[in-house]
């Protein structure tokens, strides 16, 4: 049985390598392969990948250890849930869902109509030279459905860490905003290539980069919020190198959506827009697969092989040279010269452009500096936090500030103070509820009460802003998705540095009958009981959390022994309140007589998820309205 | 000059500035940041960095663990040639064993004790920091493949 699933499965992938040759080889204008068509191709490609991916599912949920990714990963008293995410929890299996999401996007574009029959055939010939690339990648290199000669028993299991609902679904989201700039970049190559990189252009890649900037938002975010719960460590981000790796794509994903935004509006700036999209592509590379290569150092590193990382640097090198030299031969000619005002618009998101530039090098330099010296020098190093947040703060104060005034200038040259006193209004309340903020919080820092000042400006003008009527009274349509996002920038902001100022923490060593204190609760210790679970037992302490003598909550942090692999882990417990998190760690005592507990009040938490969620919000409804207006001129 | 050319030049210098200021703080922030990590040996060699933060790495030596409180730990961390004694505050993770591999932070003082301020969690029982793995290559000590 075994057998017959490893030639199928395998046949599989090459059918998907035969498809993706035929749909490669229509870049050049030839007599041999205009039958079959774009589409039936695509349909192809979709099929053969689909099924061998439903077939790995199948194996594990059937725990089928013939096959070695299946015994290395799984087990067979794991729940259903995790034999199922169990699939993407390994290289070989993330490889594989990276590749279906990649024809996806590949198929999805094959369908799309209104778009001239050769760019078309152009740029699914482009993205199917990557599926090429990347199934005879997983086919020679770290085929998913290799067997092995023994019967063995049962699996090793999957690394209890990654056993929760929430790391299901944070890979696949993560994914489909990664490999959505796969297509995006292959849009820009077929656009240097055609050399219509023009409003037109801009207007067929607007719905697919807004999509695939919420999902990496999405993506990212979901990731932030596992770290924060299952790590135990109180905190969100930690400038880990895995998080820097998917911060970097994003950051340049945001210039670039702007990019497209002001090329369309204005039809200026296609070589930097078509710089960004590759850009933002191959750090989109670099974040899935550095992560996987195991080079960069980090807690993250789960499902690493230093040998794989060889062959996708090459990769993102030879796709840097081929776009890059595309790029210098074609760009003379995609250039329009077409100027906008001094004051307008379409510098402000050119400064801000810059800003996130910039951050992006800060980014990039922390990430790779540990990783240079390493490789260099044999040196081994940190970065610390620190580096990050007083760099990036002062640059966050100017980009706030030019998010906040951009979209209130004109695209034509604009006289800056009468906007200022058209909002004078507005920068006065915002400057009051600072002022009144900092007295009352004891806020002093210079930094700190401009980041707030500046994002409350943003988040009041954005708001008011989406509420807009005209002469008759009349509410009109407004940029919806715009004007979220960017409230929920703001918010987000605030909730950060709030959160940063105002996070406390205190460790207790713990005896049954413990009463211990933080901030105006009382946390009696009341018990502690021992609870055997289908995968893993564990130790279960209850706090019951008093406020004036009145029982408000009882919190259960956990200790749990897991036996396959053998792995102990921290359960953190957490009340979300509006506006601040309480949240329990414990640890396996020291001895017999009692517990080290770890307290944290945490500000902010529920408001710093919900300027993200804001964000993503934002980005879903800008891809979607625009997708209806295809030729809008 | 033409106002297209006035608007290029003007945000061309604007860029131009813009980019010295930020490359200029963040290589000073990046010097101010960075912390060294160190096996015991390679410590003992550099002792003029006595007072600075930075990372320690080994194993924790076999007997060397006490707790003075239930919060105040000390252990001696080794690479099989020397050893370096280590005093904690606070939390040790639910890994911590005594033969196992670990890293600390915190400042190396004049009386050639560490004083950690945390000692970094990790996740998996086989796991072992590539920092202790290449200090244990250097000495000699490392026993795996």
């Known amino acids: 049985m075994s057998l017959y699933i490893f030639y199928i499965s395998n046949s599989l992938l090459l059918l998907c390598l035969i498809a993706s040759l035929m749909q490669s080889s229509k870049i050049i204008n030839n007599k041999i392969f205009t039958r079959p068509g774009v589409i039936v191709l695509a349909y192809v490609q979709l099929i053969s990948i689909l099924l061998s991916f439903l077939i790995l599912i199948y194996l594990f949920l059937i725990s089928d250890f013939n096959f070695d990714l299946v015994y290395f990963n799984s087990h067979s008293e794991k729940p259903l849930i995790y034999k199922f995410s169990g699939v993407w929890g390994n290289h070989e299996g993330s490889m594989l869902l990276w590749i279906l999401i990649l024809v996806l996007f590949n198929f999805l574009f094959a369908l799309s109509r209104r778009i001239s029959e050769r760019f078309k055939e152009i740029t699914v010939a482009i993205q199917s030279i990557m599926i090429f690339g990347f199934v005879a990648f997983l086919f020679f290199l770290s085929n998913p459905f290799a067997l092995n000669q023994n019967n063995f028993f049962d699996g090793i299991g999957l690394n209890p860490i990654l056993q929760d609902p929430l790391l299901a679904i944070h890979p696949p989201v993560l994914y489909v905003g990664y490999v959505g700039f796969s297509l995006v970049f292959s849009l820009a190559i077929a656009g240097l290539i055609t050399k219509e990189v023009d409003q037109r252009w801009a207007s067929i890649v607007k719905p697919w980069v807004f999509s695939a900037w919420a999902f990496l938002t999405a993506g990212i975010a979901l990731g932030s919020f596992w770290a924060y719960y299952e790590l135990g460590w109180g905190g969100y981000w930690f400038w880990d190198p895995v998080e820097n790796a998917s911060l970097m794509p994003w950051i340049a994903a945001t210039a670039l959506i702007h990019c497209v935004l002001i090329l369309q509006k204005r039809n200026v700036m296609q070589s930097w827009t078509i710089i960004l999209a590759i850009l933002t592509f191959s750090l989109s590379l670099v974040g899935t697969f550095l992560v996987r290569s195991g080079i960069l150092n980090s807690v993250h590193t789960f499902a690493s092989d230093p040998g794989r990382g060889l062959f996708i640097l090459l990769f993102i090198f030879l796709i840097l040279v081929f776009s890059f030299s595309l790029f210098a031969y074609n760009s003379e000619k995609i250039n329009k010269i077409n100027s906008m005002g001094l004051v307008s618009r379409g510098t402000g998101i050119q400064v801000n452009n810059w800003l996130l530039i910039t951050i992006l090098t800060i980014v990039f330099l922390g990430t790779m500096y540990p990783l240079a010296t390493d490789l260099l020098l044999n040196k081994s190093l940190t970065v610390g936090p620190k580096y990050y947040s007083t760099t990036i703060a002062p640059i966050i104060i100017l980009f706030l500030f030019f998010m906040f005034i951009s979209p209130r200038l004109g695209w034509t040259d604009t006289k800056l103070y009468k906007i200022i006193i058209q909002l004078r209004y507005l920068i006065i309340t915002s400057l009051t509820i600072t002022l009144i903020i900092s007295l009352y919080f004891e806020l002093f820092n210079l930094t700190e009460i401009l980041i707030i000042f500046f994002s409350l400006l943003l988040v009041i003008s954005s708001m008011t802003a989406s509420i807009n009527f005209n002469k008759q009274n009349i509410l009109v349509r407004t940029n919806l998705g715009q004007n979220l996002a960017h409230a929920g920038f703001g918010i987000l902001m605030m909730a950060v540095v709030s959160n940063a100022v105002y996070s406390e923490e205190r460790i207790y060593n713990a005896k049954v009958g413990d009463n211990l204190q933080l901030q105006k609760y009382i946390f009696s210790f009341d018990k502690i009981e021992q609870v055997e679970e289908s995968n893993y037992n564990s130790l279960k302490a209850y706090f019951l959390m008093k406020k004036d003598g009145k029982l408000i909550d009882i919190f259960t942090p956990e200790i749990r022994f897991y036996s396959n692999p053998p792995t102990i882990t921290s359960e953190a417990s957490i009340l979300h309140k509006f506006f601040s998190d309480i949240y329990l760690v414990m640890n396996v005592p020291q001895d017999q007589q009692s517990i080290s507990v770890r307290m944290h009040i945490k500000p902010f938490m529920t408001i710093l998820w919900l300027g993200t969620l804001m964000i993503i919000m934002g980005g879903i409804i800008s891809a979607s309205i625009r997708i209806g207006r295809f030729d809008e001129k | ?145």
């Open chain 2, 1 to 145: 000059m033409s106002s297209l050319v006035k608007s290029r030049l003007i945000k061309f210098l604007l860029s131009l500035i813009i980019v010295s200021i930020a490359v200029l703080i963040i290589i000073f922030n990046l010097r101010d940041n960075i912390i060294y990590f160190y096996g015991p040996t390679e410590l003992l060699k550099n002792s003029d960095k006595q007072g600075q933060i930075m990372r320690l790495g080994g194993l924790v030596s076999v007997d060397s663990f006490q707790n003075e409180t239930d919060s105040v730990f000390y252990f001696s961390i080794t690479d099989g040639k020397n050893e370096i004694d280590v005093k904690y505050e606070g939390i040790l993770p639910n890994l911590f064993a005594e033969d196992k591999g670990v890293v600390v932070e915190g400042v190396y003082m004049n009386d050639g004790r560490f004083i950690a301020n945390k000692v970094l969690a990790k996740h998996d029982e086989n796991y072992m920091p590539p920092e202790v793995i290449e200090t244990l290559k250097k000495s000699g000590k490392w026993q795996g493949e």
